[in-house]
């Protein structure tokens, strides 16, 4: 799972840059949305609405904005239009990368999508291409790890599958979808409360990436990202211990 939490820890990183940028906040809205269009308003009941405000939050998106942004969705009008597509291909040095999308004009999306992976000398794939080489899994992060102890104590003990320190000194847990709520609720009630948490797309076959190759690889993980209907991309690539981006 290192590949995964080096291309975590640089995301987290660059999160932290762009969450200045009201493209953020435009991206998270239009999933609240739809979440809330398609499952209702009530997270309780709607998991994946609950999944894009732990996005939300981890954005420090206000409160009323997020509240907005659900209730014209669960009023059925607002992102009527809107669909969510999911395009899978290869990057430089065959990494595998899945972007999910939100998006009014898919002649627009793919071929917006297309273009980057084009550029970056790499492919866009067929549907199920390299999706076997993900799962679905819950991913809690804390910024310290000065009481890294009790953190593993309470994750272990609540279903976690790995904890792990990473370079920025944080923590990051990685669970079963299954086990995510009650693992995050057990922390929150032995004092830890995490700076961001998600419900997201994990590698479990990874890359390994030289030092020149990740810079393209992370070249066309930004050039995705900066798309106005991307929400989300997911790479297996491993990037060497020294590679910050």
């Given amino acids: 799972m290192a590949g995964h939490s080096k291309w975590s ?17 435009t991206k998270i809205i239009r999933e609240l949305t739809v979440a809330a269009r398609d ?4 997270p309780e009941d709607n998991p994946s609405l ?8 981890s954005a420090q998106m206000p409160k009323d904005t997020m509240e907005r942004a659900i209730i014209r969705g669960a ?4 992102g009527e239009q809107l669909i969510a597509l999911t395009y899978e291909g290869y990057g430089p040095g065959g990494v595998a990368v ?22 970056a000398g790499g492919s866009l794939g067929t549907d199920g291409s390299v999706s ?31 904890v792990e320190t990473l370079g920025d000194q944080s923590t990051e847990i990685t669970t079963s979808v299954d086990d995510y709520a009650a693992l995050k609720k057990a922390l929150a009630e032995g004092g830890f409360e995490a700076t961001s948490g998600e419900i997201t797309l994990v590698a479990s ?3 390994s990436l030289d030092h020149s190759t990740s810079i393209k690889v ?6 995705l990202e900066d798309l106005d209907d991307v929400t989300a991309v997911h790479c297996n690539g491993q990037f060497p211990e020294s590679f910050t981006g």
């Fill in 218 to 223: 992370l070249g066309l993980l930004d050039a």
């Fill in 50 to 57: 609950r999944s894009v405000i732990e996005k939300a939050k």
């Fill in 75 to 78: 009023g059925g009008d607002d």
């Fill in 132 to 162: 076997y080489l993900f799962e679905k899994k819950g991913v809690l992060r804390f910024n310290s790890i000065e009481q890294e102890d009790e953190i593993i104590e309470i994750a272990i003990d609540n279903g976690a599958e790995e």
């Fill in 9 to 25: 820890n640089i995301k987290h990183r660059k999160a932290g840059q762009d969450a200045k940028r009201a493209k953020v906040f």
């Fill in 39 to 42: 499952g209702g308003g009530n």
């Fill in 205 to 207: 076959s990874l890359n």
């Fill in 98 to 119: 899945i972007v999910e999308t939100m998006t009014d004009n898919r002649n627009r999306t793919v071929a917006e999508v297309r273009h980057a992976f084009s550029k």
